[in-house]
């Protein structure tokens, strides 16, 4: 059925931040009934050109212009009008987890759409209303079930039905693709290829995952460092033009060339790290045994839901324990906190950074340096006293060892590209001393190719020191070109051993989903 198709443009549009210009005379035309790609290296100014358009950044100059007539989006609220809602990836911040899936995909239309006329809202009218929309989706979800208790990808389910509700004519979607697994983003993307062909919606979708890209999006515009710097359609661009474009470089990347080859003859320290029947108190994991030594990258592989992050979080002490134990240098030791874990060198950094790893509201330098402040360790501290002059020192030399981009070492984390906070949680554990097992946990998550090849690079320098790191992942290319040994979790079960030089992407994949 021909629709009329609607046209949202950004001209010229600049927004400055204290030290930052963001958006640099940015000119993007989307149209309804199409998905366009938004793809940049972190930092480039997508997620700041989104929030513009979702009205959380008023204060820009330059133009947005709806179907031709300038338009100022001040609110959000101004931005749903509109007809644009924006699904950020931190899916929690848009939903109340303590109400239904009906009254959360019937809020807005309860609070800015006709049913704001109603002085009493019935229930089972909400319920029917929702449960309707989701059929139009090919959904089943109970309407009646709390937001709290619902996996990612259903919350995302309800973030899109409130859209069509609100008869959306552009939807935004910041990375929806980071936390699922492999079925559930299929199924996203059909559910997004009938939005655009049975409802007209124009759907603009940011990713770092490229290769996903070509099988969904009909155009692409690449951003770097702000400005726009590409745009056409995605046939146009191979993989390897869009990451010379996104990095401004001569050559595309190459992650196994970028990390460089797996060297046998790296000197190993004698430190060794066994682990042995570790099972879970809730169930999410059953007897996991793996052994390493120092120098090496241990690759524990899983897809979404396998038990890779409640395995993490076990290993130092922040998940309860049914039964196991760590043999660490020939001790055994069992954890009972994060804490103890870090002070026998043990450390993690989550896949949740911004949940699990960061203080957002705090500077970098102060992000970089609490982990040193809680275990009062050297240089910061003299007679009692804490030294300020050596902590901005110290940060400042992280800072630059690391490459995180940053007006300066006061700047709220909270403002950093996700790639930048990534190295920020790192940092934190390099400038303790005393960390010799780093255990990553997705650790590319929400992160673009340019900061995945100095995040590989700075886990090759930590073994070619003697550090052991613990690389838990589900992007199994990733596994092959830096790992030395591959566990494969299946399940909550470690199902296969394998060395990454004699296996395959494909033969992982196997393991992963269940092939034994």
């Known amino acids: 059925m021909e629709r009329n198709r609607h046209l949202l443009e950004v001209e010229r549009l600049n927004v400055k931040f204290p030290g930052v210009h963001a958006l640099k005379d940015v000119s ?11 793809v940049g290296a972190n930092g480039a100014g997508k997620s700041t050109l989104m929030k513009v358009l979702g009205g959380l950044y008023p204060e820009y100059t330059g133009e947005v212009k709806f179907d031709g007539q300038v338009v100022h989006i001040m609110h959000p609220v101004h931005s749903r009008a509109l007809g644009i809602d924006v699904v950020y990836q931190e899916v929690d911040a848009a939903l109340i987890p303590y109400l239904t899936v009906a009254e959360n995909v019937m809020l807005g ?62 939807i935004v979607f910041d990375e929806p693709t980071a936390a699922l697994s492999h079925r559930e983003t299929e199924e996203l993307f059909r559910l997004i290829h009938e939005l655009v062909q049975t409802e007209g919606i124009g759907v603009i979708f940011i990713s770092h995952r490229l290769q996903e890209l070509y099988t969904l999006a009909e155009r692409a515009t690449v951003m770097r460092d702000g400005a726009v710097v590409a745009s056409g359609l995605m046939h146009d661009f191979s993989a390897d033009d869009l990451v010379r474009l996104m990095l401004g470089s001569s050559e595309a990347v190459d992650t196994k060339n970028e990390v460089g080859t797996k060297n046998a003859n790296v000197t190993r320290e004698h430190m060794t790290f066994a682990v042995h029947a570790f099972t879970d108190r809730a169930g999410r994991f059953e007897n996991i045994s793996f052994e390493a030594t120092g120098g090496q990258v241990i690759g524990i592989a899983g897809m979404v839901g396998a038990g890779k992050t409640e395995l993490a979080q076990a290993l130092v002490g922040a998940r309860p324990l049914l039964s196991g134990n760590i043999v660490l240098n020939g001790q ?45 360790s050297r240089p910061f501290w003299q007679g009692g006293w804490l030294r300020s002059d050596q902590l901005r020192q110290e940060s400042l030399k992280m800072i630059g060892a690391l490459g995180i981009k940053t007006p300066n070492e006061k700047k709220p984390v909270a403002f950093l590209s996700g790639g930048n906070q990534q190295k920020v949680v790192i940092g934190k554990w390099l400038l303790h001393h005393a960390s010799k097992v780093y255990i990553f946990d997705e650790p590319t998550k929400g992160v673009d190719v340019g900061a995945k090849r100095d995040i590989m690079r700075l886990i090759r320098s930590l073994t070619a020191k003697g550090a052991l790191v613990i690389y838990m992942t589900s992007e199994l290319g990733e596994l092959l070109a830096i790992a030395d040994d591959i566990y494969v979790l299946f399940d909550g079960r470690m199902v296969q051993k394998v060395s990454a030089h004699e296996t395959t992407e494909s033969k992982l994949l196997y393991y992963a989903t269940g092939g034994v």
């Open 109 to 170: 239309w309860m609070i800015h759409g006709e049913g704001r006329k109603n002085v009493i809202f019935r229930r089972n009218h909400i319920k029917q209303q929702a449960t309707a929309i989701l059929h139009r989706l090919r959904k089943r979800i109970d309407p009646d079930a709390l937001v709290q208790n619902l996996t990612l990808a259903e919350k995302q389910l309800v973030l899109i039905a409130r859209s069509l509700v609100e008869k959306q004519r552009f």
């Open 332 to 376: 055994n030791v069992r954890f009972s906190s994060p804490v103890q874990a870090l002070q026998h060198g043990v450390v993690l950094i989550p896949e949740e950074r911004r949940k699990e790893g960061l203080w957002l509201a705090e500077s970098v330098a102060f992000n970089l340096t609490i982990g040193t402040l809680k275990t009062l």
């Open 28 to 38: 993007i035309r989307f149209q309804t009934g199409e998905v366009h790609a938004v």
